[in-house]
């Protein structure tokens, strides 16, 4: 394993930006790689996965909140829905306090694929904050959460952190 270290007391703006940004695009890079060769057997994208990613971890999610937290249009939702309905990855149901609502659930086939999808990615996130320490998970954590648009925040916490 190769641990880098970072002079980040003589750092400007500039820098911080840079290897932040250039950290995150390649940790990403790494972080779906796993994830998209799963989801190429399905004929599936990213979309598919953000979908069932959290339905998972909101069941009983409905539709409009589904799209609060993604913060894509009905459109781009109606087109990815659409499939993993009519595959039965998911299942929908009609809101019994508000027949208008449409709650979504995932269905065996859809916690399988999640699990297939998850597993390398739930391995690698695990792996990287216990080398890293509680302290330094904290702070990745505080920082991501920096990251997320102040006018979406609300929604997202309050949808992700049940």
């Not at 970072?6 to 779906?32: G, M, P």
Request: glycine content about 4%; charged content about 30%.
């Amino acid at each position: 394993m190769t641990d880098i270290f970072f002079d980040n007391h003589n750092l400007n703006d500039e820098k911080v930006f840079l290897k932040s940004t250039e950290l995150l695009y390649f940790a990403y890079r790494d972080y779906i790689a796993w994830p998209d060769e799963v989801l190429k057997k399905y004929n599936f994208g990213r979309a598919h996965h953000r979908v069932i990613f959290f339905v998972n971890q909101n069941p009983g999610i409905s539709v409009a909140e589904l799209l609060a937290l993604l913060n894509i249009t009905k459109q781009s939702l109606s087109r990815v829905l659409s499939t993993l309905l009519d595959k039965r990855f998911i299942s929908q149901k009609i809101g019994t306090r508000d027949r208008r609502k449409r709650l979504l659930n995932l269905t065996a086939k859809g916690e399988k694929l999640l699990f297939d999808v998850s597993e390398c990615q739930k391995l690698q996130m695990v792996k990287a904050c216990s080398e890293a320490g509680s302290v330094a998970t904290e702070g990745f954590w505080k920082v991501l959460s920096k990251l997320i648009n102040e006018k979406n925040k609300k929604d997202t916490i309050n949808l992700t952190y049940k």
